[in-house]
């Protein structure tokens, strides 16, 4: 037998892995890794313990009498592990007291403020709360700890990563200066002689908007005034050209209708459902960070207070 100092604490994982789900494919989908790896670190632990572990009958892993007497121990290993990280990360924010969530233009408005509203009711009532545009880059920026949630619309398959479906848009509005054409009949049909104004992150596949795809097929492609960054930015493109938007966020919505010049009104049902053929009903997703042993990382309140604030944004 080796030493145990040789055994890796990810091997230690797999191995809990494997006694609970007796399939090295099933402990490999539940840890997110190549079942080649869960066999080579298998393969490792039996050199390590001079045992196989694990006897495949029936096309299941049974644990040998070594491999239950190792397990408890093994899986105090990992929670203590858990453990020691949840403390340190939970320090390390209590040092720095500040939250970032990375979010979509759409859902920005009022975000930190609502986060503040809910501090002040927690045992940190002096965090302080700041937003960051979302991006391809979130992901990995949340799995590191650079940020601590995420508001996109885009389901996320990492492991280490809670990706939970909060609210779907069920109808568009239309947005245009006051006094545009577009107000004397606002039909897609007429929609689509007109420059668009585009959010950089949009609720759809590879950016892609019904009312785009639905202008090509009709032999008239839509031209793209601005790709805006942010809501106040699309306002002003709004505010100084004959472009329009449709947005399907009731918050966005209420905001740029705020500006004064602007106007927003709601679209017709049977336009909007025609619109919306081929394509699924735009999801609003909040990822958050997972521990080891796959609790998620943020604290109860942050959560509860993102997931309120994403569904009173479409009301």
């Known amino acids: 037998m080796k030493k145990l100092s040789s055994v890796h604490l990810s091997a230690i994982e797999i191995f809990c892995q494997l006694y609970l789900k007796n399939s090295t494919t099933d ?3 539940s840890l997110g890794l190549s079942q080649p790896k869960v066999s080579r670190a298998l393969n490792g632990l039996r050199e390590v313990f001079d045992d196989p572990l ?11 009498e070594l491999t239950h007497a190792l397990y408890d121990d093994f899986a105090e290993m990992l ?5 020691i990280e949840s403390d340190a990360i939970n320090s390390v924010c209590t040092a720095e007291s500040s939250i970032i969530i990375s979010t979509v233009p759409q859902l920005e408005i009022g975000l930190a403020q609502r986060v503040i509203e809910e501090v002040q009711h927690s045992i940190t009532p002096n965090v302080a709360v700041s937003t960051q545009a979302w991006s391809e880059r979130s992901e990995q920026q949340l799995i590191d700890g650079e940020i601590d949630a995420a508001i996109c619309f885009r389901h996320s398959t990492k492991k280490e990563l809670l ?4 609210i779907q848009h069920r109808g568009g509005q239309l947005v245009a200066r006051e006094g545009h054409p577009i107000w004397q009949n606002p039909t897609i049909d ?8 585009k959010l950089v992150t949009m609720p759809f596949p590879a950016n892609k908007s019904p009312i785009g795809v639905y202008a090509k097929a009709q032999g008239k492609p839509m031209q793209i005034y601005a790709t805006a960054p942010d809501l106040g930015s699309a306002a002003s493109s709004l505010l100084n050209s004959d472009a329009l938007m449709i947005i399907g966020v009731k918050a966005a919505v209420d905001f740029l209708s705020s500006i004064s010049g602007l106007r927003a009104q709601k679209m017709d049902y049977a336009e909007d459902k025609f619109l919306l053929q081929g394509f699924c009903h735009p999801t ?3 990822w958050l960070k997972r521990a080891l042993d796959g609790k998620v990382i943020a ?4 959560q509860q207070s993102l997931e309120t604030y994403i569904v009173s944004s479409h009301k």
Do not use: H
Request: aromatic share 10%.
């Open 190 to 197: 007429n929609m689509i002689d007109y420059p668009m104004v």
């Open 79 to 83: 929670a203590c592990a858990n453990s």
């Open 27 to 29: 402990a490999a989908s």
């Open 163 to 166: 990706s939970k479906s909060i």
């Open 299 to 302: 604290p109860l309140w942050l």
């Open 284 to 286: 609003v997703y909040l």
């Open 54 to 64: 694990f006897i495949r009958k029936n096309n299941k892993l049974v644990p040998t």
